[in-house]
């Protein structure tokens, strides 16, 4: 990497398309399922970046 220059994604880090109904309805639960499993927060409503509450029934 030059000089200057910052990492925005990790290096892990990869990007897929998205291409059925299905799929685009588990992304949402993954990403908010990611602060529990991870012990940060006991429901996804507690992280204080999550979007769960706009995806919530």
Known sequence: MRPGLRRFWQRRYYDF???SAQRIREEPDYI???????GLVMHPKDWPWSSWSHYEE
């Open 32 to 38: 908010h399922t990611n602060p529990v499993k991870r």
């Open 17 to 19: 398309n998205v291409y």
